[in-house]
């Protein structure tokens, strides 16, 4: 955009384009938080004839509350979303009761495969930040499917198994969230990697702070974090912490923050694996993950991470060989 002032024509930076696909809980609250942080304009993309309209008009009309100018538009068409600088998916079927991510596998592979085509093709540039579950796997679909580099695709997991974990901590120890610093590796279900020995208090180990069975109770619940919501809610699942993780990301990459951040990152030999996705301490930053930070793992943690990178290949050996 140009407009004309005393000085003469003068240029517009062009603001940031997010896309978020999937108009769903999650996909409606990553676009709220995207838009109170003012990150950029925000496309909101679904199916579902007047589900992305109604949420992006009522998301619009709340921006002078929120005394940001972005805009916000909905749509069922691929083409508003041309030239976008980040495409989040979270489009896919949520998890249900009694239903574990990996049941998820076959419904949700289409539903990735195909919208990342579609949005990636009309943004080639675009950093792609999967959300959909089982994550690990989607974002191999994702990047199978586009043929992207694997450093503009990205997963979201680690970020909010990691806040969950610091939210249990400081809520069992009765100090503000701000001064809890943890870490958590790994595939995004139960196989999760809490590593105890990392995580610190205000500096202080937490290991010093609280007893072993503590500690034992608080990294159950963080693997059982998005199964505690869907058994409260029945059906549906968590898209508060999830969208707010997300915006993070977002945030990471349009800055270019050069934030380290734990997600599902696509190893090339990393930690001694190859050809997977699986959460690891990244930096991110503008293009996507800039490096892949190798963290030293005591013998037990580095055998649970190891594990856990086990079951996220054995659901990619159940992915249908033609998605």
Not at 247 to 273: F, N, T
Not at 278 to 293: D, F, H, S
Request: hydrophobic share 45%.
């Amino acid at each position: 955009m140009r407009f004309a002032g005393d000085g003469g024509v003068v240029a517009v930076p062009r603001r940031h384009k997010i896309t978020v696909v999937g108009a769903g809980m999650t996909g409606a609250t990553t676009a709220h938080w995207c838009l109170v942080e003012d990150l950029g304009d925000v496309v909101l993309y679904d199916v579902v004839e007047g589900l992305p309209q109604g949420k992006a008009l009522d998301l619009l009309e709340a921006t002078p509350l929120a005394a940001v100018d972005a805009r916000i538009v909905g749509t069922g068409s691929w083409e508003d979303t041309r030239d976008s600088d980040v495409v989040v998916i979270t489009a896919g079927s949520p998890r249900k009761p009694g239903m574990s991510r990996r049941d998820l596998l076959t419904i949700n592979t289409a539903v990735v495969s195909e919208v990342a085509r579609q949005a990636m093709s009309r943004s080639p540039d675009a950093v792609c930040i999967v959300l959909t579950n089982p994550v690990d796997v989607m974002a191999y679909v994702a990047l199978r499917s586009t043929g992207l580099p694997p450093q503009r695709v990205v997963g979201q997991a680690g970020i909010l198994d990691t806040t969950r974990f610091r939210a249990f901590i400081a809520q069992e120890l009765g100090v503000s969230v701000r001064d809890v610093q943890a870490l958590v590796l790994g595939g995004h279900g139960d196989t999760m990697v809490p590593l105890i020995r990392l995580a610190q208090v205000g500096g202080v180990p937490l290991t010093e702070l609280l007893p072993k069975d503590s500690l034992d109770r608080i990294v159950q619940r963080t693997r059982q974090g998005g199964a505690e919501i869907v058994g409260l809610l029945k059906t549906a699942s968590a898209f508060y912490a999830p969208g707010a993780a997300l915006a993070q990301m977002v945030a990471a990459v349009l800055r270019d923050r050069g934030r380290v951040l734990p997600a599902p990152a696509y190893l090339q030999g990393e930690y001694g694996l190859q050809g997977l996705y699986t959460g690891v301490p990244v930096i991110l930053g503008a293009g996507g993950v800039l490096r892949i930070l190798e963290v030293s793992l005591e013998p037990e943690e580095r055998e649970a991470f190891v594990r856990s990178a086990a079951e996220v290949r054995s659901a990619m050996d159940e992915l249908p060989p033609d998605f």
